[in-house]
Nanobody
Framework: QVQLVESGGGLVQAGGSLRLSCAAS????????MGWFRQAPGKEREFVAA????????YYGDSVKGRFTISRDNAKNMVYLQMNSLKAEDTAVYYC????????????????WGQGTQVTVSS
């Protein structure tokens, strides 16, 4: 079992930055792929980024490439999403998720989810 708690969301102006954090519980955290997804009102959940247990595999959604950076600290059971050059279209609830797989970039591949944190970008 893995429990996930996101934090760091808030209101930011377009062009600004935010850093999301995800605290994970569970002794096997380091074995899981960790991902970030987001969901805006009226839209489907969208893949944002994912990172393997070693950090050797990192994958980004097309809409965030070059602006967002995912990282993890297995010693602290933490995953981060650094978001730069934010745009109004980045406004969404952001979810942290864990997958017991080798690679995973779709929501159905993830086994555990956090409750989400709201990110609002004002234009």
């Amino acid at each position: 079992q893995v429990q996930l708690v996101e934090s760091g969301g808030g209101l930011v102006q377009a062009g600004g930055s935010l850093r999301l954090s995800c605290a994970a519980s569970g002794r096997t955290f380091s074995r899981y792929i960790m991902g970030w997804f987001r969901q805006a009102p009226g839209k489907e959940r969208e893949f944002v980024a994912a990172i393997s247990w070693s950090g050797g595999w990192i994958y980004y959604g097309d809409s965030v490439k070059g602006r967002f950076t995912i990282s993890r600290d297995n010693a602290k059971n933490m995953v981060y999403l650094q978001m730069n050059s934010l745009k109004a279209e980045d406004t969404a609830v952001y979810y942290c998720a864990a997958a017991n797989r080798i690679i995973a970039s779709t929501s159905y591949e993830y086994d555990y989810w956090g409750q989400g944190t709201q990110v609002t970008v004002s234009s």
